[in-house]
Every structure is written in structure tokens, then in C-alpha cells.
């Protein structure tokens, strides 16, 4: 049987990108972050959105624990944090819209468990597609423990004061949320959500049209939960 040579290269004739090692540079801080389940298909999304211009699945920090997470799923702000990097920037022709297979697919690459995601999908009733904002809010209500530590959590994942201590986001964007959540929750009654909302008007009308912890957590936004 004849045996096939192969050239031998010396290093010499071996060219490496100069941008290469920089590159394996950054994979290694985005992977120790992340700290990826799936560390083979986590580095297989990393470099194809990479090579597609796309957001990486990367974490913004190192994250720790949560003790207070309702379910150990593997779902946690930061996994939260990236979804929405990816999926929540949508175009405008897409009025915030985002196919379910697009979903799954980013949500599967956190290796995040597929029967999470059937669940929220069939706790907001969604069809092929979903208003990015609602799926967000719905999955916010997989680790936070109560409706209040729920909003609290979604003005840190929507601000775009990231560093701030009581990070804001607008009074519009607030009231979607909550009176989303309400409608998903029947023990929140619509006259009790319209009631805090007229409440916190006046407290967003002097912060520039914007609302955060620090204000609406003065209020009991779910009748039957303690706020903490």
C-alpha cells in the first residue's frame, strides 16, 4: 500500500494573522466571564458572530450564584443580559419582533434548558414570533422572586445607565412592562396596576420623563407580594 507524503512546513512557512493572537486574547477574558456549560458550542457561537458582525455571547462580568433564583436552570442576569444584547436590538422594520426559531436557537447556545423556554412560550401564549419585550419580561420572572425584584432586574437589563446604583429607564417603557406582566398575572388586578401607575406620574414627570427602583419601589406594585 502506498503511503501518501504530505509536505512538512517549517514555522517559518507557517503565516499567523497578526490580529490572531489578540483575537485568542479576547475569546479567552469573554470565555472565563461567561463561564460557558457548553464550552464547545459557546466558542462556536462566539467566533460565527464574530466572522457575521454579530454580538458575541458574552458576558459583561464575572457573575456569581443567585441564592434567591426561583429555579436552578442556568438562567441568570447575565444569560438575560446577552439574550437581549443579541435579540433586542431589532430593526425598526421588525416593530420588536423576533421569530421563535431565533430565539431558541441563541437561547440553546447558552445551554439554557429547551423546557425554560417551552415554558415561558406557553406562559405568554406566543406564536411563531414575540415582542422581544415581553419574552424579556416573561424570563426576568424565571429568577426574580417577586414582581417588584422582577421590574428591578428588567431596569437594569433596559437602562442605559448601566453604572448607575438605581438604573433608569423611561416611564413609557416602565408602564409596558408592568401592565404586560399584569395581564399574564391574575392575582394583579388591572384597577391596582393603574392606580400605582397615576401614583408614579408625578415622580416621573420630575426625573425627565424616566422612573427607577428608587421611586417605584415606595409603592406595594403587587397587592399580594412584599416588595423585597
Known amino acids: 500500500m502506498s503511503v501518501v507524503e504530505e509536505p512538512y512546513y517549517c514555522h517559518e512557512q507557517i503565516e499567523i494573522p497578526p490580529a490572531l493572537p489578540d483575537i485568542m486574547k479576547q475569546f479567552t477574558k469573554a470565555a ?3 463561564q460557558p456549560k457548553d464550552p464547545l458550542e459557546w466558542s462556536y457561537e462566539y467566533f460565527r ?5 454579530g454580538v458575541p455571547p458574552v458576558k459583561e462580568r464575572l457573575e456569581m450564584p443567585i441564592s ?6 442556568g438562567l441568570t442576569p447575565g444569560m438575560l443580559r446577552i439574550l437581549n444584547n443579541q435579540l433586542g436590538t431589532t430593526d425598526k422594520k421588525s416593530a ?3 421569530l421563535q426559531c431565533k430565539v431558541e436557537e441563541k437561547w440553546l447556545a447558552l445551554a ?16 411563531q414570533d414575540v415582542k422581544w ?11 426574580a422572586p417577586s414582581l417588584a425584584q422582577t421590574l428591578c432586574l428588567l431596569c437594569e437589563l433596559l437602562t442605559s445607565e448601566k453604572d448607575n446604583a438605581s438604573p433608569p429607564i ?6 409596558e412592562i408592568y401592565r404586560y406582566l399584569g395581564s399574564v398575572d391574575p392575582n394583579l388586578p388591572t384597577e391596582h396596576i393603574e392606580q400605582i401607575i397615576q401614583n408614579l406620574t408625578f415622580e416621573a ?11 417605584f419601589l415606595r409603592f406595594n406594585v403587587h397587592p399580594n407580594q412584599c416588595n423585597i
Open 32 to 34: 472565563i466571564r461567561t
Open 49 to 53: 458572530a464574530l466572522a457575521n458582525k
Open 68 to 73: 434567591s433564583q426561583k429555579n436552578d436552570t
Open 96 to 98: 420588536g419582533r423576533v
Open 112 to 127: 439554557l434548558p429547551l423546557e425554560r423556554l417551552q415554558e415561558i412560550w406557553r406562559i405568554g401564549n406566543f406564536g
Open 133 to 143: 419585550l415581553h419574552f424579556l419580561s416573561l424570563a426576568a420572572t424565571q429568577i
Open 170 to 175: 423611561s416611564f413609557d417603557l416602565f408602564c
Open 205 to 215: 414627570q420630575q426625573h425627565c420623563g424616566r422612573i427607577s427602583k428608587r421611586e
